[in-house]
């Protein structure tokens, strides 16, 4: 079955610095993969979705890589802020694409001290 | 835009009683939408897809009998709760995707927090 794993349960960095979280995947070749965020006791937001052709993506102080040979992405936030205090999580879609359902990893909780 | 909206936010109640929790796409038409639970430190779990019209798709491990899904409207759906337990207390998220498109990003609802004594 399908494993997805983000390797830092937390992760703690300087205002103004940049923040890298990854994700890696086994067991699948997905053909899409999707970035949230989740501030405590509320839902997720969707931030990115970078697909199976695409390097990578930006949005804003936002980047995205999708690395299908070494089934990674990586996250990035530069000119991190204290507002940027989150977990962040990956999913990757769980059927192929073809019914949409995702697949979500546990989450890198970032805290960002000014 | 793109808000969906959880009623109610929390809910305690006693170990039997059935729990009915709703999911609003208040500013769009949702054809699919999903409920996950999630317990802490740990990942959402897709419980079932709703498909607006048609019966609930589960996943493995997840009771029908007992979550009950009912997806009546385009903007409306309820996941029940039946007889439940305190193994079933969780944090009970539901998402609606905007598009047709599968790669259509899902909008989550705000969440809600299940406590069975």
């Known amino acids: 079955s399908q494993k997805i794993e983000q390797n830092s349960e937390a992760l703690n960095i300087q205002e103004g610095k940049t923040a890298t979280l990854t994700c890696n995947y086994t067991?699948?070749?997905?053909?899409?993969l999707q970035w949230y965020r989740q501030d405590p006791g509320r839902g997720p937001v969707f931030l990115l979705l970078?697909?199976?052709?695409?390097k990578e993506k930006r949005k804003e102080r936002l980047k995205v890589t999708f690395d299908t040979t070494l089934k990674q992405s990586l996250f990035h936030i530069t000119a991190s802020q204290p507002a940027d205090s989150a977990t962040y999580l990956c999913?990757?879609?769980?059927?192929?694409?073809?019914?949409?359902?995702?697949?979500f990893g546990k989450g890198t909780k970032l805290s960002v001290k000014p | 835009g793109a808000v969906v909206s959880q009623h109610p936010s929390w809910v305690i109640c006693k170990s039997g009683t059935s729990v009915k929790i709703e999911c609003r796409s208040l500013?769009?038409?949702?054809?699919?939408m999903f409920w996950y639970r999630q317990f802490p430190k740990q990942s959402l779990m897709l419980m079932a897809t709703?498909?607006?019209?048609?019966?609930?798709?589960?996943e493995q491990g997840v009771e029908k009998d007992k979550f009950l899904i009912n997806h009546a409207s385009l903007t409306l759906s309820t996941l029940t709760v039946t007889s439940a337990h305190p193994e079933d207390s969780s944090f009970y998220i539901c998402?609606?995707?905007?598009?047709?498109?599968?790669?259509?990003?899902?909008?989550f609802g705000p969440g809600t927090r299940l406590l069975v004594l």
């Open positions: 998402s609606a995707r905007r598009g047709d498109r599968v790669t259509s990003p899902q909008y």
């Open positions: 709703s498909n607006e019209g048609s019966k609930a798709t589960y």
């Open positions: 067991n699948y070749s997905p053909a899409y």
């Open positions: 999913a990757l879609d769980a059927d192929g694409g073809s019914q949409g359902n995702l697949i």
């Open positions: 970078i697909r199976e052709n695409e």
């Open positions: 500013d769009f038409q949702a054809t699919t």
